[in-house]
C-alpha cells in the first residue's frame, strides 16, 4: 500500500507544471549626461531560474511632461528590436549580455527633449511576474554636482562637529577632575596640618617664681649701672 502511495505521489509531482516565481529588475535610479554624449543605461534582473532561452527584455521612454510611454526596444528569440520611427531609431544600440542577465542598452548623441523616464522589464520563463524598474535621464549642458556630493560633505561636517564637541566635552572633563583632585589635596594637606598643631598643644605657662626672680635680677643689674 505505502509502495503504491509512493509512486502516485511521484506521478502527480510529475503532472503538475512547475510554478512561476517572482522576477527582480534593477535598473539605476538616475542618471546625468551632457548634450552630445553617449550613456549607458543597466537593466539587469534576478531569478531563481536558470538563464531561460527565452528571455526577454524591453524597454519604454515617457518624456519629461508627458503621461504617455513608447516602446523603444525589445529582445526576444535572441535577436534585438529598435524601434525604428520614435526618438531613438538612430542613436539606441544593444549593449547587453543576456545570457548573463544583462539588458542595457547605449543612447548615442544625447539632446535635452531626451529628458525623461526610461523603463525596463525582463522575462525569463517560467518566471515572468515582476516590476518593471525605471531610470530618469538628465541632459545639461553641464554636469551639476550630485546631490550624492553633497550630502557626503554635510555629513563628513556634521561627523567631525560631533568629534570636536565629544573631545571638547571629554577635555572639559579631564580639566574639571584635575581642578577637584587639586583642591581635595590641599584640603587634606591643610587638615592635617591643623591636627598636627593640635596634637602639640598650647605652650605651658610660665613659672611665676622663676619670672619674679628674672625681674629683680633685671633690677640689680640697672641699679648697678646707675651707681657707676
Known amino acids: 500500500m505505502l509502495t503504491f502511495l509512493a509512486l502516485a505521489s511521484v506521478v502527480l509531482l510529475g503532472i503538475v507544471p512547475e510554478q512561476s516565481q517572482a522576477i527582480v529588475i534593477y535598473t539605476g535610479w538616475e542618471r546625468h549626461a551632457l548634450v552630445g554624449s553617449d550613456i549607458r543605461l543597466s537593466c539587469s ?28 526596444f525589445h529582445y526576444t528569440g535572441g535577436a534585438a528590436y529598435v524601434d525604428n520611427k520614435g526618438p531613438f531609431r538612430d542613436r539606441l544600440e544593444f549593449v547587453g549580455n543576456p545570457g548573463r542577465r544583462d539588458g542595457s542598452i547605449l543612447l548615442k548623441n544625447l539632446d535635452f527633449n531626451d529628458n525623461g523616464t526610461f523603463t525596463c522589464d525582463a522575462k525569463n520563463p517560467p518566471d515572468i511576474v515582476g516590476r518593471p524598474s525605471s531610470v530618469r535621464l538628465l541632459v545639461f549642458e553641464k554636469v551639476p554636482i550630485q546631490a550624492g556630493v553633497i550630502t557626503g560633505a554635510i555629513i563628513g561636517v556634521v561627523l567631525g562637529l560631533l568629534v570636536l564637541i565629544v573631545v571638547i566635552y571629554y577635555l572639559m572633563r579631564f580639566l574639571v577632575a584635575r581642578r577637584v583632585f587639586s583642591l581635595s589635596v590641599s584640603k587634606h594637606g591643610k587638615k592635617k596640618k591643623e591636627g598636627s598643631q593640635q596634637r602639640q598643644g598650647p605652650a605651658p605657662p610660665a613659672d611665676p617664681s622663676k619670672v619674679k626672680a628674672a625681674a629683680s635680677e633685671k633690677k640689680k643689674q640697672e641699679s648697678r649701672k646707675d651707681k657707676k
Open 45 to 72: 534582473f534576478f531569478s531563481w531560474r536558470w538563464t531561460s532561452e527565452d528571455v526577454t527584455f524591453s524597454w519604454t521612454y515617457r518624456p519629461d511632461g508627458s503621461r504617455d510611454s513608447i516602446s523603444i
